[in-house]
């Protein structure tokens, strides 16, 4: 093999992995994760089929009227909620993908404390010993409605999210309206964060 010719294939080898590089450099560039991060509007699917949908107030429905039959005992309804964002997460206890976002919703939950945001969950399955447990274990402090005990609950939401996966969290704007749909298991935090914020700050 000549010289001449090993340095014509070293020079094509380099430019070869030039290319792959670039290549892989533009597949990491997700245009769905930048739709997101544009604040469109349009929705923001992730590979592993999370989805958020944000709704802008002018095409929200009529507020979400609720009640149900909470975990630490007594009741509530959307009526307590009155003038706040709402941070509404569907899950039970035998649901993994539950257990991986719990820490990630407390932590928005103690991040919004004060501010006019409260949580609530809705647990589709278990009873109150279970539920509880579950929130001790994963440092969740808000209560969570029974639908076991009240199934009106899911009845109140089942027009506008599908309850047929868990888990789902729904944002609600100060008049009660859905402004957000998050479908999936919540890995990040600062999606959350940056949808109750924004909600937070709308007059």
Do not use: H
Request: proline share 4%; glycine share 8%.
């Amino acid at each position: 093999m000549t010289q001449r010719f090993q340095k014509v294939r070293a020079a094509a080898s380099a430019l070869l992995v030039v290319g792959v590089i670039a290549g892989l450099a533009a597949c990491t560039s997700d245009p769905l994760a930048e739709q997101y991060r544009s604040g469109d509007n349009k929705g923001f699917v992730a590979a592993d089929g999370f989805r958020v949908v944000e709704i802008p107030a002018e095409d929200r429905t009529e507020p979400v009227e609720f009640e149900g039959v909470l975990d630490t005992g007594g009741s509530t309804s959307s009526a307590d909620y009155a003038g706040e964002v709402l941070v509404v997460n569907f899950w039970y206890a035998g649901c993994a993908p539950c257990r991986v976002e719990a820490p990630e919703l407390a932590a928005v939950d103690a991040e919004f404390a004060d501010q006019g945001v409260s949580f609530l969950g809705v647990n589709l399955y278990d009873g109150a010993a279970a539920s509880q447990a579950f929130a001790e274990k994963y440092g969740v402090e808000y209560p969570s409605a029974l639908a076991t005990e009240d199934g009106s609950i899911k009845l109140a939401f089942a027009g506008e999210t599908p309850l047929n996966a868990v888990p789902v969290t729904i944002v609600l704007d100060k008049q009660g309206r859905v402004a957000a749909r998050l479908v999936g298991q919540i890995e990040e935090a600062s999606i959350l964060e940056t949808i109750v914020r924004d909600t937070l700050e709308e007059s």
